[in-house]
């Protein structure tokens, strides 16, 4: 009974309201339409523009269609185009500013703003397969058809179906096409230089990633770059990158120290979904996954059929490996010396476009991002791509000589230099006389000072690579990512973790171009261990007009070894303990002047952190996974004993 009276009042309650609402409807008063202000469909008026933006979807041989914008100049007729691929949102880096005017909407990422407005040249970006407005699905550095690539298409493919559709759709072209980008974006002009396509007559490849195991973005000889798994999150997260990788602490550093290993953070920032970090992981030895990668590798194997310049930044925080790497191994493929040139420049990552007359502390006395485009980067643009370009030589090498500050115009990288060793002395001294037979080989720790330097590696307490707090990586002020190469090294010169060794003041130039060497002899107590050799000009005690370069001791080259890589990059191996053994290492490209009145410093380190993982300094299978337990203390050895002497070599130039 109590279930039928029950449906019976549900049914006259819902009966009621369905007549009110009817009532309701019956009595609502009609009101007039009152239209949206709205168009349908804006159509810009744009008459007045010095430039039209046309966007299109150009088709890929797999069907797969990317979005690319188009910008040409107003009036072009017979203008060579100049392309940019990037994974960066071509839409955002050709809308920086609304304006009638081409200069001011493109943002400075990869535009050389000046070379392309006055150029008169016909811009394009497109965004790559998986990428804000493209079709397709996105690869971290896409490898070319092959054992890692299985479809179809790559970047180079890619590349080539769209300079066809280009010069067959703009009809204000000359049908001649050059390619150019920064970072990721360099990579991609090394890209097309693989089966090239016709209409390609330049690339210009920007401080380009080429090996990430080698020294580029992921890796420095083995050493992990862990402050880059935010890029990896939020470049892979999503197609437009509106994931963010957050924030837990103001100081990076005790970030990635309250986590532990590299892996550890990764799996609770939930960076496992990523297919980039799970290959990372996958892969932290020097295997094949990398090295059929080494766009050095792969270029030195192709047909030499495109003029290439290749820019490098003296100090690229990025990725300072790549382009120097790229030049040694396809110079030699440029039997008639006239397509494969070389910039170096006194800048951080891509500060070529930029106004480059000072990086942090370290002022250049001009604007030499201003000069190398004016004087190198636009005439040689101008020369292969310009139906009527005035002959124009641009030298095989252009290179500025920080120091001294002024430009070099080389026939090839480096210059000649003959190598001297700078040995590493007892009583912390530094000079280019190899020590004497005066003390016995090694035997017992009373005779250190004599045959060798020791410290305690802690990884509880990691040398910080910058002066907490640490910043995250990030170009927008207060931020100075872009400047840590540059920081001045005296916070680690007092630490009892680091051994420093300086030379007598100079009386005399001392001119290197070239890459020093690091030639470490040195042992540990642990089983794994890390080397970081720091080649630094330390300033006179007080600068005249730069007060705050007094004593400054200014990194010129530095770099990180993992020393389980000493006898293999593919195999790792357990270091014997104890044991004095050699370390030998490029440090990054050089062309500097230490001046009389500065001296030349050495510093040793065995962590630097956060930009790299620390190593447990006991040997296990695979670091990104080490447990809290293999993170112990270490007694650090370099020696300087005759046999067993330490040293850095340097490219010196002859009469300097």
Known sequence: MLSIRLHTALAVAVFSTIA????????????????????????????????????????????????????????????????????YSADQLTSHAPSAHLGPILYGYDNATDVIVDGGYIRVLQDVRGKYGSEGDFVMNRPLHGPQNPTPVDEATDTYDTIDWLIKNTPESNGKVGILGISYDGFLPLMALVNPHPALKVAVPMNPMVDGWMGDDWFHNGAFREQNMPYIYEQEGTRSNEAKWWTANFDDYDT????????????????????????????????????????????????????????????????IYGAVAVYKAIKPLDTAN????????????????????????????????????????????????????????????????????????????????????????????????????????????????????????????????????????????PLTWAQWLVDDQREDSGRTDVLTYTSDVLTEPVHIAGQPIANLIASTSGTDSDWVVKLIDVFPDEVAGQPNLGGYQLAIAQDIFRGRYRESFSEPKAIISGKPLPYRFALPAANHVFLPGHRIMVQVQSSWFPLYDRNPQTFVPNIFWAKPDDYRKATQRVYHAPGEASSIELPVVPGN
């Open 338 to 477: 006239d397509k494969v040139f070389l910039a170096l420049g006194p800048w951080h990552h891509g500060q070529e476009i930029e106004d480059a007359a000072s990086l942090g502390a370290i002022r250049f006395g001009s604007d030499t991002g201003t000069w190398f485009r004016q004087n190198v980067l636009r005439p040689f643009l101008d020369r292969y791509l310009k139906d009527d370009a005035a002959a124009a030589t641009v030298a095989p090498v252009t290179a500025f000589e920080t120091g001294i500050n002024r430009w070099q115009s080389l026939p090839a990288w480096p210059a000649t230099a003959a190598t001297r060793p700078l040995y590493l002395k007892a009583g912390f001294k530094l000079d280019f006389t190899a020590p004497e037979h005066t003390a016995p080989a090694h035997t017992a720790p009373e005779q250190s000072g004599a045959v060798f330097d020791e410290y305690v590696s802690d990884p509880a307490k990691p040398v910080p690579f910058r002066a907490r707090p640490n910043q995250p990586i990030g170009y927008d002020p």
């Open 20 to 87: 009110l609402t009817a009532a309701g409807q019956a009595s609502k008063p009609a009101y007039p339409d009152y239209p949206s202000e709205t168009p349908a469909k804006l159509e810009p008026a744009t008459d007045s523009f010095d430039y039209a933006r046309r966007e299109a979807m150009i088709p890929m041989r797999d069907g797969v269609r990317l979005h690319t914008v188009i910008l040409v100049p107003k009036g072009a007729k017979g203008a060579p185009i100049l392309l940019t691929r990037t994974p």
């Open 256 to 319: 990635y120290m309250r986590a532990g290993s590299a892996g550890e953070l990764g799996r609770q920032r939930g960076l496992e979904q990523m297919g980039f970090w799970k290959k990372i992981l996958a892969h932290p030895s020097y295997d094949s996954f990398w090295s059929e990668q080494a766009m050095d590798k792969v270029l030195a194997a192709q047909p030499l059929k495109v003029p290439v310049m290749l820019v490098h930044s003296l100090w690229d925080q990025e990725d």
